[in-house]
């Protein structure tokens, strides 16, 4: 994989976009970094039906099918249209995952979410070390793209990644502080709501306020 094709990954993970040395953020790059329009539908909808479907039942089995037969949907999708796999399969999987964990034997309905947990868990703990081993992983994933190595030694740039970094820690932190205590509870379509508003919604806010911070980085590259 080419230096270039590794910027342009790195840039689309941040909700940037990458064209040569330039590095820009607008509306377009924010809605390429969640998968489009179809990737945002298809990051909701499996959420949406789980509440919807849970709430006329009060049954599980139905809401997990539901959930679940959605993200098979969009993988047809997908291979018509031949867009991004990787998106789909990956939410897929995920989607299956937390299926078998709310249907197995002696699971629980409120299961369905409980990959989530982990998930948030293992992302907020790889960032804060990042910050504990004083390399935090926003600082070292925008040096890649400006091309700036020395950004540690600059403290009006480095404090700006300690921070956004430490943002996004205390994101998946505050995932797990809000849903965790639902979860135990059995408070299912509450839990459900929880990880549909802390979703799509809180991510796309967190990166407007990363860039907005961080801008002026890029800037300095112009």
Avoid at 3 to 18: I, N, T, Y
Avoid at 25 to 37: D, Q
Avoid at 43 to 50: G, Q, S
Avoid at 186 to 207: F, H, K, Q
Wanted: hydrophobic share 55%.
């Amino acid at each position: 994989m080419s230096d270039d094709s590794v910027r342009k990954q790195v840039a689309s993970r941040l909700g940037l976009e990458s064209d040569g040395d330039q590095v820009n953020f607008s509306p377009a790059s924010l809605l390429s970094s969640m998968g489009g329009r179809l990737g945002i539908v298809e990051a909701v909808l499996p959420t949406i039906l789980f509440i919807s479907v849970f709430s006329f039942t009060q049954e599980g089995l139905p809401a997990v099918v539901a959930a679940a037969s959605s993200s098979v949907v969009f993988l047809v999708v997908r291979l018509i249209t031949k867009g991004m796999l990787s998106q789909v399969l990956i939410g897929g999987l995920g989607v299956a995952i937390a299926a078998f964990l709310a249907l197995r034997e002696g699971g629980q309905t409120e299961d369905y979410f409980l990959i989530g947990f982990y998930t948030n868990a293992a992302y907020g703990s790889v960032l804060l070390i990042s910050i504990l081993v004083r390399q935090p992983l926003i600082g070292v994933a925008v040096g890649l793209l400006t091309g700036n190595k020395d950004w540690k030694k600059i403290p009006s740039i480095s404090y700006r990644f300690y921070l956004v970094t430490t943002l996004w820690v205390i994101f998946f932190s505050l995932r797990l502080i809000v849903q965790l205590p639902l979860y135990f509870a059995g408070a299912i379509e509450a839990l459900a709501t929880a990880r549909l508003v802390m979703g799509a919604p809180m991510y796309a806010l967190l990166l407007v306020a990363s860039w907005l911070i961080l801008k002026a980085v890029f800037l300095q590259k112009r």
